[in-house]
């Protein structure tokens, strides 16, 4: 700041204004930018165009849109990401798990191509702009954990396969209708322990609609997605051999589909594969995005508002995770809850300028980050090269065969696909396997929405199984010593007439009855029993369910005779307890050390010579 | 056992065949079944029975039944319950929440009074019962923690309410239609602060309805309400002054019911209330249960079936908690997945019997508790009483006025009623009582499957919310000592090139992404750090999603020339770590104890001089 202070003196007065809008990044690295920079966005930005047109035009197909509307959603998300974001690198648009989500939720409301479709994709972009704005103001961002780790991958998998299976028909130039999901989803059931089940669901799907394919299309399709494929494993490699440095072998590998899109376009324009009925993706309207309004109909809303919140909650994760990735590479940081404001003021520009949803987009970002962006300027650049592109090479496209889009989107989304997630998973831990492939199996039968759903409540209701048992300890004195530790592990003296028990975790309402359940099993067990000691060191909280529980606890040991005490409450916990009359009431006292009521309650287990301990060996 | 040693010789081929019905306490109690438990069962099922007629009669009305089913639902649940349930006292039959919750269901299906609205009811009972069932064989006893205290004591009051509300009706000889539920929501929202709220909205509600009212069946229901209020309350002192004991005072102040249901219909025989307009139960045909099937609609099941599972899991838990408490006061104890069974059994009988969906009574209970019962035969002849009663006294329920039925209603509802509830847990807990409010309000408005839902649905964002944010605790040496503290509380040793930190709680999907966050934002601020060493003392697991945030984690500290390091594994995580690649991956070490770990990557710390340490002192 040292060096510019001559400067900020006349400056003052909007700096204080601006510190109202402290949260706003393009403040803090707009005031720094120089000459080195712009350089260096700049050249990020050229990159970025180059492998963002095809992409935008092949998800905006898979979105079920025409493909200039996947320009559109091209270039004011970047604008508005660049002024609100928190990364420095992440390249905003549409990507292929959120378009399928589209297509899924507007195929309910309109048919594939009308303006109605288009209006409903519109609609949904301002209605999951505003659900991210909402939950960016009101920090909800940690409703994202809802969405746990193997729920996401299950999904992202099965929504590579839904994806890549959608584009088959396409890329072997098939009418018949149908996407055969069920089929397809049938064969990945019986094939799951294969791990070349791809290959034989594509050959099948392939053998099956062998006597409508269009050969021509075909040999296209599949030699253009050979050569991507190819591009991605094998031209790298060769570059580097070659001589060039590996971050520039890398862009260039990037760069694959814009070659396989010119040279597939120049063939079909040259050899007529138009005329022997090739699709090609035809005239493409030129010009600027269209400032277009959503569709103010509540019904309309209410039926989108769960896929909306979904798209939301998805492209949100996929985006912050991107990010975060990123961003600690150079050791910054992103903001969720402003990422959650970044990523509603795209959706929002989206839908006022004729696109469709979009978040941040993995590949892209990284290749952004990669060929050297510093700044979220080098997004506007890209917006600048894709304004651009709609403007001058839509004509261009006349003659790119759709079955080269359809090439591109297999390529990017079978990377995605990762059915040996589920093998590490079921290795480290069966509840999260079931998990994710309870996700997986429903949102490749039942589609994305039900699939996610689906997802979350497993998880949910797995999580709670698991908690609903919590660590429960039976504690005895180590001999000779103030320490107390579990029976079933150490030798230690205990009294027939207290029992000592450490819950090893916070009291909530999902373990509340399992505390309840064990003291009750414990008390008809053990008729001698006079006492009982929860030694609280371990529990961080107690909510509503859980004092309720501690309440029914000590009424029904009172009515059967007995005592409870707790010893060694956190000072948090202790003075929310006492705002209630559950201390008052407490049939026992509350002691400072477990010693204490050891010594207090049951001095015999202290003072008892070695034969008289009731020692507990080995075991569990 | 020693002494029927004798007995029990010819009885081992049948015993080895008990062996495998381990879990069916009928052969435990029956076993030692003699006269005195003969003597005891009996008088606690005489007076349960007369406490179950006027009951049953009054909530198979609410339930929008006959009365008569409210009969037929008392018979072989109870006969059932005996045969599979845990609970020595629980009565089974018709509650009102239950049944509530029953008519809500069946309304969207029939019209009440209606053959298939009878055959609905029975439908639903079937599916509940399987349910229960179903839920009892997988051990799913676990699924009801997912109603937490506040948010069933909110669906509990605004039940009571909305029963109370929609008996004034009946109570007042009103013709018109509607529950008039939204003005007694809308009234409740504006007087919520009142303590007195109830006394106004039935005011009010009187008040509206003014012009419609049928001043005899006012007269009887207002005089039947202010009756049986006085049972409740001033019977049993006046009982105990006269000279009899608390325990038969107590009884005979819970038989009141009986006395208003004897008297008014007396009189309306006497004075020929009918005569004048007064609503009389009517004809109530005489004879045994019918034996009935459910519905085998498929349709029909899957819109019954969220209804059922909503009235299986709030029987389900209402029941539970009964069963606890009478148990534990005899240091007896009852098993939750066998009770599902028991419960299941019992709906399955209803549903075959002609009846509608049971559990377990709260009140009826603990009168067969404190009448002495103590074994389920009990049960058995509380079933024979009813049965007698169905067969020999439903002729003189014709003269029985419905009004009468309806302050049955109201009074045994209000008392479930517990608007303090939100006082109290709003001072112990926000989160609580946000869960409560919003379960209370979404039950009086939009009723009780939306309101229980949503509660759920709060309670468990509330509860991500909560656990999204786990205490993570930076962490010092404690100079001259191995131990390792908080720095925001004690004076302690660190470093600029290494963090400890300590995370309070086990790692899991809803926090993982918490500790990402916090490391990113150390790496952000810290330019001068090395190293992060996580001191895992206190996790006790790592789920899937967690051990992939640990992954990331490690592989953003590597990118960034950082290293991650782990301490005091526990030996249960460090088994599962093992088996993946984690481990050996990792960019750091494990180090068995924290102090180990310091004093290999940061030894400066703890041999430093004073003036060298960088001490934090207080707050937070």
Redesign the interface.
Known sequence: MADDGGLMAPAARPANLLRLLPSLPILEWGRRYDRDTLVSDLVAAIIVTMMLIPQSLAYALLAGLPPEIGLYASVAPLLLYAVFGTSRVLAVGPVAVVSLMTAAAIGEHAVAGSPQYWAVAITLAFLSGVMLLIMGVLRLG?????L???VISGFISASGLLIAASQLKTLMGVKAEGHNVIDLAQALISQLPNIHVLTLVVAQALISQLPNIHVLTLVVGVLATAFLFWVRKGLKPLLIRVGLNARLADVLAKAGPVAAIAVTALLAWILDWKGQGLRLVGSVPQGLPPLTLPVWDLALWQSLAMPALLISVVGFVESV?VG??L????????E?NQELVALGASNLSAAFTGGFPVTGGFARSVVNFDAGAQTPAAGVYTALGITLASLFLTPALYFLPQATLSATIIVAVLSLVDLGMLK??W???R???LA?LATLLMTLVQGVEVGLVVGVAV???L????T??P?IAEVGQVPGTEHFRNVLRHHVATSPRLVSLRV???L??????AL??RI??L??ER?ALKHVVLQCS?I??I???A???LE?ID???R??GLRLHLSEVKGPVMD?LQ??EFVARLSGKIYLSHYQAIAQLSPEILTSSTAQRQVNQGGA
């Open positions: 940690f409703l994202a954990n809802f746990s780790h193997p995770s975060q990735t961003a600690a590479k150079r050791r910054q940081r992103i969720p590490r998973t290795a480290y831990s509840t999260d396997f994710a998880s949910l209701v999580f709670l199984y698991r609903s048992r660590h090893d975790e916070s909530y309402f999902a373990n509340a009855r309840e359940d009750n099993d008390v008809a008729p371990a961080n909280d909510d509503a369910s004092l309720e529980s029914a009424h029904r040991l009515d059967a929310r705002a209630t």
